[in-house]
């Protein structure tokens, strides 16, 4: 009789009644604005880290906000929160569990798991209703052939003998067609197997990481919003690089690219992406040397025991190595490409971004996707150059200097009107101007005569072996264009004075030591169209009869 009894009870007290509505309302209006759901806005991308900025909405009167499954690797000392006017922000506190244990943290992927799951058992059921239907096909055609034969008496149940042949065409179609359904199912199985095999192991390996959920007290006067920001180590992104040669264009056309991947166990769904070439996670003070002093060696017995004095040993560690950019640049080489999108470039003092114009979705599986960073048309000189000693061939060559802003050392595809020549390694560290290399010009002929070699001997008495080595190379610009030639050879170069080289060339060579590396010989000259060039070198070697000489080239 009381439950019936409380409302009349309630009825005949007004305000009673009001005071416990109000009593059930409180927690709920209390707790919505506790656990206000959270999405990344922005994320700025570095080379190996990114910064991460989150935004919740913020009811009036909420006392605080909940950011729930964070990386459990991200930086604690990096979070920083904030609000909008209305909203005063005091302390963070910060809390890391398994992800099984944050409900609000389940992976989307169980939910595709159990429908495959289903279909797989729904396929299975099906399956077995088959394989009982087999089994009762079996029985009633054991049953027609137990049928009155000879004087034999056939089971109660057996088909009658004038029933025999539509019983067997009918038995012969439901057996047809079940086999065939039971292929059919065969295969759905296995297609849908083959969907779950890789949920399954994105599964696991969320099930496996740890999350972190991050509250925030605030003093809402009004509505308004909640940001976090906060740093995770993992994330990055490669620079990659196009060059493109139009020989009748004003130079290079250089295109950037960025292959950005994470595996931070949250998806980057939609946000506004920014890649910085700055570098947070390097050191801030470059190490001073060391003091370098002199001293008298100690002997070897009172070393000795200085060691056994102090019965300890010392050592200094070594600094931890740090991945080189070259290496990742290699393991991107062999990355997929993905669509690429037009971005804003800002050249800051000491770093470059690159601000997409769209929202970027990148998925925390590690899958790479590939942006374009815009592209710049620097000013070239084109060069054809030939080494005859070593292959009769010459190439196309542009020497660009580095253009404004910061371009990180990666990978480059080359393009030679409209076409892909190779591949090589755009790197603006090395002394300007930097070499393209474009492929083979095939219009421009290359030919070396044999060396000519003569040994003999020469000094006093014959004391000193001699030989005299000739080599002669001719190009021909079958272009109708000029074109500015460039030829290329080793002479030898003594490294013991007991040794002595004289060299004679014709024409005189442009430098004896390119790319300031003694005995590299360049020739440089314009070569008009329909011209031939002719080049030779003479080099006469000496050396103590007595002794050997050690050639290596």
């Not at 095999?197 to 007290?217: D, F, H, I, W, Y």
């Amino acid at each position: 009789m009381k439950g019936p009894l409380m409302p009349m009870r309630l009825l005949r007290f007004p305000a009673l009644a009001a005071l416990a509505s109000l009593a059930a309302s409180l927690p709920a209006a209390a707790a919505a604005p506790e656990s206000a759901a959270s999405r990344i806005t922005r994320v700025t991308v570095y080379p190996g880290e990114a910064v991460v900025e989150r935004a919740a909405p913020v009811a009036a009167g909420a006392r605080r906000v909940v950011f729930e499954c964070l990386p459990a690797k991200l930086d604690e000392q990096s979070l920083t929160a904030s609000a909008s006017a209305a909203v005063r922000v005091g302390e963070i506190s910060v809390q890391t569990l398994p992800r099984e244990q944050a409900a609000a943290c389940a992976s989307p992927l169980q939910e595709r798991i159990r429908e495959l799951q289903d279909k797989i058992a729904a396929a299975d059921a099906e399956k077995e209703a088959l394989d009982l239907s087999a089994e009762y096909l079996k029985a009633v055609i054991k049953a027609v052939q137990a049928a009155p034969d000879g004087g034999e008496r056939a089971p109660a149940n057996a088909i009658t003998a004038s029933a025999i042949t539509a019983t067997a065409e009918a038995l012969r179609k439901s057996g047809q067609d079940n086999a065939l359904r039971a292929l059919q199912l065969d295969r759905r199985k296995e297609d849908l197997q083959r969907q779950l095999k890789p949920l399954l192991a994105e599964s696991r390996r969320l099930g496996g990481s740890r999350v972190t959920t991050v509250t925030v007290t605030l003093a809402a006067e009004k509505a308004g919003e909640a940001r976090l920001s906060y740093q995770v180590r993992g994330p990055g992104w490669q620079p990659g690089y196009r060059a493109a040669l139009d020989p009748a264009g004003p130079g290079v056309k250089l295109e950037r690219l960025a292959l950005v991947a994470q595996d931070t166990g949250e998806d980057w769904q939609d946000v506004a992406l920014t890649l910085s070439t700055g570098q947070p996670g390097r050191a801030t003070q470059a190490e001073l040397p060391r003091p370098w002093t002199l001293d008298i060696s100690q002997p070897e017995l009172e070393r000795a025991r200085s060691a056994s004095f102090s019965g300890r040993s010392y050592s200094i560690a070594a600094a931890p190595a740090v991945m080189s950019q070259e290496a990742s640049a290699e393991e991107a080489d062999s990355a997929p490409e993905m669509p690429r999108f037009e971005v804003e470039t800002t050249d800051r003092a000491y770093a470059t971004e690159f601000r997409a114009p769209q929202r970027i979705t990148v998925p925390a599986s590690g899958e790479r996707v590939t942006l374009t960073l815009g592209s710049v048309t620097v000013p070239a000189r084109l060069i054809t150059r030939a080494a005859p000693a070593v292959e009769e061939a010459a190439y196309l060559i542009a020497e660009i200097t580095p253009p404004d802003g910061i371009w990180p050392a990666g990978p480059m595809q080359l393009t030679r009107d409209g076409a892909l020549v190779g591949s090589g390694r755009l790197d603006f560290s090395l002394p300007a101007p930097i070499a393209l290399s474009f492929g083979p010009d095939e219009q421009v002929s290359v030919k070396a005569e044999a060396a000519q070699d003569r040994s003999g001997t020469a000094g006093f008495m014959g004391s000193k072996g001699e030989r005299k080595t000739r080599r002669a190379f001719s190009v021909q610009n079958r272009r109708k264009t000029p074109i500015e030639l460039q030829v290329i050879d080793a002479a030898p170069v003594s490294k013991n004075e007991r040794i002595t080289v004289q060299s004679a060339y014709t024409p005189k060579p442009a430098d004896t030591a390119f790319l300031k590396q003694p005995g590299l010989i360049l020739w440089q000259q314009s070569l008009a169209a329909g011209a031939t060039a002719s080049f030779s070198a003479e080099h006469t070697i000496q050396w103590p009869k007595d002794a050997q000489i050690d050639e290596r080239q």
